[in-house]
């Protein structure tokens, strides 16, 4: 092939994902083919090959395959996400076909581009006209998804906006790439095979119903009684599918077809996946090229571009890759399950030389069009404007304002029974009803909103007060978690840590509401439940109940439960703290999770509560640790993302990063600035706080400042526009914090210079 000069393009690094050899089927010649190419038309260009695995361990893969992706294995597909991410790759080829991907419908592959940031352009190799609805959540992600998509027939772009509603723009005709090789007289390839004198008929690919070799081998006693010398080769190993369930049962079918017919010795079984190089071989040997497949709706056939790619008489059933393909003269098309059709056009074809030498130059000059290394051009000049197209960061400004806490958007989730959980966007999704967790947490908010109408604090704090005192299951000593929309429970007991945060909230509300009925319900509750922390296991349900403790201490000095949960359970965050400590690993566990900041906090809250120094040095400590482990490589604050969690003494990951892990940093920055009054806590405080402002690492908001809402976090491309209650209430939550901690600041700095 002669290769052409080209300007240096922007893209140095691509991602290529999908099947590759030396895996069996025809979507991985396709992948590698795609592959060959870019590298020898772009040549100082980095091209990283992840491959699809559907027997992890079988394959001897080349170095071009960076990695294997297990088909079955969705942590896999994160895996490769945060490889790609990481790589330094500009964008992501996708080769899709459902049936090579894991889940429902293929649907482990969106777990791999929920978790990238690239911009992707995806090669469709099935456009469905009727898809199942799970087919069709998974392609109308995919759409939603990629910059650009790739159909291989007009019929697919015409399908994918008929069915789909896909944005037209976005759609490219690319043909499925061909070989560049000459165009040759038949005779030198017969001989290699032993084929000569022989007029030759050739259907390749991985042999499977579907195919309608039936079809073919029916016509061939026509064909034969015309031309005598005529083989009909059928070229490929059995699906690997169609083996594993049956063995070779289909070709043995087929092959008592032929010996029934009476032409055994006029069809030939090459039973093998062929090498490249093999293949455009027996291609070349070929006098004429049938494609008898069954399916009217095929879009692509590999087998086909190959062999008009090579110059080849095609005789095919009209599937939709074939009418396209072979329209305006360049093959002949015979009706599906034709063998009388088949037998006419293609004995004409053998029996007239000029007729059939003219159909392989119309066919030849069709496949120049085709050619891989046009195909490669193509799609990178697509690919680099894509890249182009990608948002660039914008540097924002050097100071924000924080926000006045506002009700309206807990107002908008929230009704006579409670807070809804979730939410579809901004609309409370009632499918998913109510929990303790928001309840207690939007108890504590209209505990401690500043300026809120009296009025609206007491109706909104009867009702999320009388969700926590209902939730309470005096037969199990534990409360209860989720409400289903009907107000029927979904449990008789509650996660650990839920119950950890109702206490919690009694804690806080006996402390901090106006409204003296309220005080007194939380402290009889909390009296009457608090002794089930002393049954509490895990760490974080522990911190949750001390500052539930702490609190209550606040409200009532001296409160003999109170101080005994705080002294035990601050004795057993030490010993985790000891036991997990590494010199690079200031932590109290050996893995991070959520609501990091909740541990150390409950430390100092518990050293200033029983006046002990030891846990305030030691949660301003851990404190101090966690803060650098969320902190990105610009300096801004970075939530340790849900994907880092449960990975022992390793680094945290950027995503995806949740609202609940600024508001848990701000408010134990809050507790070390009580104990120490070191202003560098508030400094950390208002970096976590800019966080739902914009400083991270999207330069996002999350706060929707019109109306008290936020999204529901950060992922690698962007936001997760869905606002539960959860985020809602950590962003007011803060927004009462920074508003708190910023006046006590501003007057211990007023009374140190009033000192000095």
Not at 567 to 589: I, K
Request: with cysteine.
């Amino acid at each position: 092939m002669t290769r052409l000069t080209r300007e240096p393009t922007a893209i140095d690094h691509l991602a290529l994902i999908g099947n590759f050899l030396p895996r069996k089927c025809g979507l991985a010649t396709y992948t590698t083919d795609t592959f060959t190419a870019l590298r020898e038309r772009f040549t100082d260009m980095i091209v990283d090959v992840y491959a699809m695995d559907d027997h992890p361990g079988r394959y001897d893969y080349p170095p071009a395959v960076t990695r294997a992706i297990p088909e079955q294995d969705r942590l896999a597909y994160i895996d490769a996400a945060r490889a790609i991410e990481a790589s330094g790759a500009q964008a992501v080829w996708l080769q899709h076909e459902y049936g090579i991907f894991g889940g429902t419908a293929g649907e482990h592959i969106l777990a791999l581009l929920d978790r990238i940031s690239l911009p992707l352009i995806v090669t469709l190799h099935t456009v469905l006209e009727q898809p199942n609805a799970d087919q069709r959540r998974v392609m109308e992600a995919l759409l939603r998804r990629a910059s650009r998509v790739v159909v291989m027939a007009e019929r697919g772009r015409e399908i994918l906006q008929r069915v789909y509603s896909a944005n037209p723009r976005a759609i490219l005709t690319i043909p499925h790439g061909v070989p560049d090789r000459a165009l040759l007289d038949t005779a030198g390839f017969k001989q290699r095979f032993g084929w000569e004198g022989r007029k030759t008929i050739l259907t390749f690919g991985l042999l499977a119903p579907g195919k309608g070799i039936e079809t073919m081998i029916e016509a061939m006693p026509a064909i034969v009684a015309d031309n005598p010398d005529s083989l009909y080769i059928v070229l490929g190993a059995t699906h690997p599918n169609l083996v594993a369930h049956e063995g070779e049962a289909y070709r043995d079918r087929l092959e008592a077809q032929a010996e029934a017919l009476g032409v055994a010795d006029h069809v030939a079984f090459v039973d093998a996946f062929v090498e490249h190089e093999d293949l455009l071989d027996y291609l070349q040997a070929a006098d004429v090229y049938a494609t008898p497949y069954t399916n009217p709706a095929q879009i692509t056939s590999g087998t086909l571009s190959y062999a008009v790619g090579l110059g080849k008489p095609v005789v095919s059933t009209p599937y939709v890759h074939a009418a396209e393909i072979l329209a305006d003269g360049h093959g002949v098309l015979v009706d599906f399950g034709d063998s009388a059709g088949f037998a006419r056009a293609i004995g004409r074809l053998l029996a007239d030389d000029d007729a059939r030498l003219a159909l392989s130059r119309r066919a030849y000059a069709r496949g120049r069009t085709m050619v891989w290394s046009r195909l490669a051009d193509t799609a990178m000049e697509e690919i680099v404007a894509m890249v182009a197209a990608k948002p660039r960061r914008i540097a924002t400004a050097p100071s924000f304002r924080a926000l006045a806490p506002d009700f309206a958007a807990v107002e908008r989730m929230s009704d006579a029974t409670g807070m809804f959980q979730h939410a579809i966007l901004s609309i409370p999704d009632r499918r998913h009803g109510y929990c303790i967790d928001d309840n207690a947490r939007a108890l504590m908010l209209t505990a401690r909103l500043p300026g809120m109408d009296e009025v609206a604090r007491d109706k909104w704090m009867t009702v999320y007060a009388a969700f926590v005192q209902y939730a309470w299951n005096p037969d199990t000593r534990r409360f209860r978690n989720f409400m289903n929309f009907d107000r029927t429970w979904c449990e008789d007991t509650g996660s650990e840590d839920s119950n950890g945060r109702a206490l919690w909230a009694l804690g806080v509300t006996a402390r901090d509401t106006s409204l003296a009925k309220h005080r007194d319900w939380a402290r009889r509750l909390f009296d009457e439940t608090a002794s089930l922390a002393l049954d509490l296991g895990s760490p974080r349900s522990h911190a949750f109940a001390m500052l539930g403790a702490s609190a209550m201490l606040g409200a009532h000095p001296g409160h003999t439960l109170a101080t005994h949960i705080l002294t035990r359970f601050s004795s057993e965050l030490m010993s985790l703290l000891e036991r997990a400590r590494r010199p690079e690993w200031r932590w109290f566990e050996i893995v991070l999770a959520y609501d990091n900041a909740r541990l150390p906090e409950a430390l100092i809250r518990a050293g200033i509560a029983l006046s002990r120094q030891d846990l305030i040095d030691c949660g301003c400590d851990a404190l101090d640790w966690i803060a650098s482990q969320q902190t990105g490589p610009d300096g801004r604050f970075r939530a340790v993302g849900t994907e880092s969690f449960g990975r022992p003494y390793a680094d945290p990951l950027p995503f995806d990063q949740q609202p609940l892990e600024a508001q848990a940093t701000i408010d134990a920055c809050e507790a070390a600035f009580d104990a120490t009054g070191d202003r560098r806590w508030v400094d950390e405080a208002m970096r976590a706080y800019r966080w739902y402002l914009g400083r991270n690492d999207h330069d996002l908001p999350l706060a929707t400042a019109q109306d008290g809402g936020c999204f529901d976090g950060l992922t690698p491309i962007g936001l997760n526009r869905n606002q539960g209650a959860e985020s809602i209430l950590a962003l007011q939550l803060a927004s009462v914090a920074i508003s708190g901690l910023s006046n006590r600041s501003t007057a211990v700095a007023g009374t140190s210079r009033a000192v000095a």
